[in-house]
């Protein structure tokens, strides 16, 4: 039996590389059985030691990446202790950077669709050599079966190629090696997609790197899915400034929660982004990401990396503002990763470059941060996801970009009383947010509007009542009110039969003329039901309805 193995980050992750292994041991070695494990690295490392040594195998073979590096070399050298005459092979982009190996180690580098047939004729006969090297593929088919959906794909993610390679050479990236793109052809992408979408699987994750090299090919695929595709969710990484407005028509059509985008900016920065070759029309990125968040309709995701070349603490801050000012549903700030035999890595001396000696090689200084720069700046990156990266504050954030305030300003002052309140070292509930976002909003001149806002968010995330840090108006004074001056129908919201039931059930707040204005429900102060039906768009959040109110004019 051929044990392979993946050890992935997350449950609902799997391994492409695995079900591409799988599929050519089969095809090449069908005399010998083929067995898949999938673990993941918060798994107990004594309990997945037992579980691969105890298995009976011809070889273990391990997909190696730069997150699961460590893990595997911990595995590797405990099993070639415990079984030494088991033959382990080691494949993926980081099985190169593996060193001082156990004597039964071999190590395969390429894609395993173009191995040579001494490959499969050494594993048979158990004469494998330390090393073997594969050229890209021609073809690189998708691997999967039937009864992998009911088996190793149940609640996953599922993960697809359409094509492989990337049209960008970035020097920090290991797919700046192999140069070129290689597509498949367009008919063989829907059958390989309609198998997929009958299993109905969570959501379908593109790997091409950048889906849309090519825009007519990418307007082909997205005419099928939209046509075929309903009831999965398809991801995508995406170069935001190659849309054509052919590309913006189709999207249009798209409903909402079908599609994700993924995009990586990693720099507003022309120098940094010329020293890392990563070509882009930077004014145009901006434009396109603006028009794919008003379509409300596909989750927009935005990378920016910290400690590239040329990049400052200033050109960091400006980069952030421009990004978060493009309002991505989930902005991403990432550490650059020098990655072994990428020109980054070649080019770490001239720029000064310190970082991890062990994967994932994350920076630790450069020419243009100090490491107690970086260090505050990670801090930053930090407090910066935890509070934007979900669905709890999008009229505050809003309301800042709406008023003119430096989205990095703003983050910088949370953060400081983030590490006066022991933020990072407790859990980032909503509540917690909440109530720091409270304490900061309080020491702020428009300190009122703001407590508004939040107010108005934790409700719209559909709380029954406001925390104590949020408090305002007693609900029942609220209530008591109403019962006085609401009118005894209104229709869609109740009837005379209905009336009381539903100022039993219905979160309300009193805001603001000034915040109800910023929220655009009116110009004078009034009273806001909160109802259980969500509202369309990405971010799903319960329907907000303005209460006709004599006491407030209305």
Request: with cysteine; hydrophobic share 40%; proline share 6%.
């Amino acid at each position: 039996m051929l044990h392979l193995i993946s050890l992935n980050c997350r449950y609902t992750h799997s391994c492409l590389a695995q079900f591409c292994l799988r599929a050519e041991l089969e095809r090449r070695l069908p005399e010998l059985p083929v067995r898949l494990s999938q673990f993941t690295l918060n798994d107990p490392y004594y309990a997945t030691l037992l579980r691969i040594s105890g298995q009976p195998a011809h070889a273990v073979l391990f997909s190696v990446y730069v997150w699961n590096h460590a893990y595997v070399r911990r595995l590797i050298n405990d099993l070639a202790r415990l079984r030494p005459e088991l033959p382990i092979i080691l494949g993926g982009p980081q099985a190169a950077a593996m060193t001082n190996l156990p004597p039964n180690c071999t190590v395969f580098i390429g894609e395993i669709e173009s191995a040579e047939e001494d490959f499969f004729h050494d594993l048979r006969s158990g004469t494998l050599k330390p090393r073997y090297q594969a050229a890209p593929s021609r073809s690189f088919p998708s691997p999967y079966k039937p009864e992998d959906f009911s088996t190793h794909l149940k609640n996953r993610q599922v993960y697809y190629e359409s094509s492989r390679g990337c049209p960008f050479s970035c020097s920090y990236c290991l797919s700046s090696i192999s140069k070129g793109v290689r597509h498949k052809p367009l008919e063989l992408v829907k059958e390989e997609l309609r198998s997929l979408i009958a299993a109905k699987p969570l959501i379908i994750k593109f790997v091409d790197r950048t889906f849309n090299d090519k825009p007519e090919r990418a307007a082909a695929i997205w005419r099928f899915l939209l046509d075929e595709g309903q009831g999965v969710r398809f991801h995508f990484e995406i170069a935001p400034d190659r849309f054509t407005e052919d590309l913006f028509a189709l999207l249009e059509q798209v409903p909402c929660d079908l599609f994700q985008f993924e995009i990586g900016i990693q720099s507003c920065n022309a120098a940094t982004l010329a020293a890392v070759r990563r070509q882009m029309d930077l004014p145009q990125a901006e434009a396109n990401i603006r028009r794919l968040i008003a379509l409300n309709s596909i989750h927009i995701h935005a990378d920016l990396i910290l400690g590239l070349p040329f990049e400052d603490a200033a050109s960091f801050r400006e980069s952030f503002n421009r990004v978060f000012r493009c309002r991505p549903h989930h902005v991403q700030l990432g550490l650059l990763k020098v990655l072994p035999e990428t020109e980054m890595q070649a080019r770490a001396a001239e720029f000064g470059l310190l970082h991890c000696a062990e994967p994932p090689y994350e920076v630790l200084a450069n020419k243009w941060l100090s490491h107690d720069e970086l260090r505050g700046l990670h801090e930053f990156c930090e407090c910066a996801e935890a509070f934007h990266n979900n669905r709890f504050f999008p009229s505050l954030w809003a309301c800042l970009l709406q008023r003119g305030e430096e989205p990095f300003r703003f983050f910088h002052s949370l953060l400081e009383l983030c590490r006066q309140r022991g933020f990072f070292q407790l859990a980032h509930t909503q509540a917690l947010m909440s109530s720091l976002l409270a304490e900061l909003a309080r020491q702020r001149d428009d300190g009122p509007l703001l407590l508004d806002l939040l107010r108005y968010d934790w409700l719209r995330c559909g709380h029954r009542f406001l925390p104590e840090e949020l408090a305002s108006a007693p609900p029942a004074a609220l209530r008591d009110r109403l019962r006085q001056t609401l009118p005894e129908a209104i229709e869609g919201l109740f009837s005379s039969r209905t009336r009381t039931e539903f100022l039993k059930q219905t979160s309300l707040l009193e805001l603001s003329a000034e915040a109800m204005a910023v929220l655009g429900l009116g110009e004078r102060a009034g009273i806001v039901a909160l109802l259980p039906e969500q509202t369309g768009g990405v971010l799903k959040h319960c329907r907000a309805v303005v209460l006709p109110d004599d006491k407030s004019g209305l």
